[in-house]
């Protein structure tokens, strides 16, 4: 008889973008006049760089001919790639990493969520709240969450919550917690820890023997220079963070897949009898069994983001989303609403007015506005009372949306 995960089965539907979509139907069925304006998406809009498209080109042609045509390519990805990505990303940061060091995968989603393989189910779990819901959802899977209580909490779960009244900056809890999940800058809330926030979780990660997962998928986004763009610029933190990186965000590779997991030699964790084992040789294990490698053809269009032109291209793709933000911030800001994010990254979290929940103030931009959000308790607990913003639309649609919500607001 086959027997189910039954750690899946405690897994609540994921109704957020589908409730969305539903209300955002009934909307338009009811008002077929009204332009409604998107501005919930987390994905990107606008094409990839030119640099990354010849590059594909080219790579394509190489699967033309038997002398230059690529099959399966190294689990761990291409050594073109791989030395890139440490020249561009990490040396000039002053971060001295080995080859071995970095995988490149099919974008961050797969290996937050797969990174759990490695670990034991009884370690404790840390999230910030609100959160990018992977990281919950694959420790659930793996059956090192509990149960899922009234207030939306998972049972075994450690929420640091993050919001206004502590300006969005985690707290160290008192209860001890294992794996720590940071996301910065953050999806949802758009916010940031400096090198001295940041500094207090590698200290904790240290002293308690536990280890950070680092998302940095936003990091291309970072625009203040007090903001780490990688978890390596802490001293100490090769010894107990995993760092984790897209192409997505960075260079609208949100179709292509391409991102890469930085897991340094020296992050240990420890089997029962107190032998300490390195992360890196299990997780090289795991892919070289679960992954056959990104594809050729994606490496090299992630490698072309790095060229001059590349660089070049993406700079003013960012630039152009992070007007979107600046539109959206400063037109908020005047009509009195509290907005956080923004500034170093492609989302704007608001506070709702006269603390109307979530899904309330969804639900009277969408009616009064036209203007599709999405409601921050989405999220997690501590969303509630907040909606986000993203900045992937076009600029047309964000002074749209931006002038109706001045309007009816004011
Ligand atoms: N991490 C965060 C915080 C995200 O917001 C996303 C996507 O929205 C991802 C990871 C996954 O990105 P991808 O799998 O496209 O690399």
Redesign the pocket.
């Known amino acids: 008889m086959a027997l189910v995960n039954e750690e899946f089965l405690k897994l609540p539907g994921s109704y957020l973008f589908s409730d969305i979509a539903k209300k955002v139907n009934t909307f338009k069925i009811t008002h077929p006049k009204e332009d409604v304006i998107r501005l919930g998406i987390?994905d990107v809009t606008r094409p990839l760089p030119a640099a990354s498209i010849e590059a594909m080109h080219k790579a394509v042609n190489d699967m033309t001919s038997k002398r230059t045509f690529h099959g399966y390519g190294p689990e761990q990805g291409y050594s073109f790639l791989i030395s890139t990505i440490i020249k561009n990303d990490y040396q000039p940061r002053g971060i001295h990493l080995t080859p071995t060091e970095v995988f490149i995968n099919d974008?961050?989603?797969?290996d937050?969520g797969n990174i759990g393989d490695i670990l034991s189910r009884d370690n404790c779990i840390g999230v910030t709240d609100p959160i990018?819901p992977v990281y919950i959802d694959s420790n659930v899977m793996g059956g090192r969450a509990g149960v899922l209580e009234k207030s939306g909490k998972w049972s075994n779960i450690t929420y640091m919550p993050c919001r206004g009244e502590n300006n969005f900056i985690p707290a160290i809890p008192e209860k001890q917690i294992d794996i720590i999940y940071l996301?910065y800058p953050n999806?949802p809330t758009g916010t940031t820890l400096t090198k001295a926030e940041l500094k207090k979780w590698v200290d904790y990660a240290i002293k308690n023997n536990a280890i950070i997962m680092f998302?940095s998928?936003y990091e291309a986004y970072i625009q203040e220079d007090d903001v780490p763009h990688s978890i390596y610029e802490i001293k100490g933190a090769q010894k107990c963070a995993i760092e984790f990186r897209?192409f997505?965000k960075t260079a609208g590779f949100?179709g292509v897949r391409c991102?890469y997991t930085v897991v340094p030699k020296e992050v240990m964790a420890t089997t029962l009898s107190g032998e300490k084992v390195s992360l890196n040789a299990l997780w090289n294990r795991r892919q070289c069994t679960k992954f056959n490698g990104a594809s050729y053809i994606s490496q090299r269009g992630a490698e072309a983001i790095y060229t001059p032109e590349g660089k070049k291209e993406i700079k003013e793709t960012i630039d152009y989303y992070m007007g979107n933000a600046s539109v959206m911030k400063e037109s908020l800001e005047a009509i009195g609403l509290q907005v956080y994010g923004g500034v170093n990254a492609p989302y704007v979290w608001i506070k709702t007015p006269d603390n109307t929940s979530s899904w309330k103030f969804f639900d009277q931009l969408l009616y009064e506005c036209y203007v599709v959000t999405t409601p921050g308790v989405g999220f997690g607990p501590s969303g509630e009372g907040y909606i986000r913003l993203s900045a992937f639309g076009t600029r047309e649609d964000t002074i749209e949306a931006m002038h109706r919500i001045q309007n009816k607001l004011l």
């Open positions: 987390g974008g961050a989603k797969s937050t990018y996301c999806n998302d998928a897209s997505s949100t991102g």
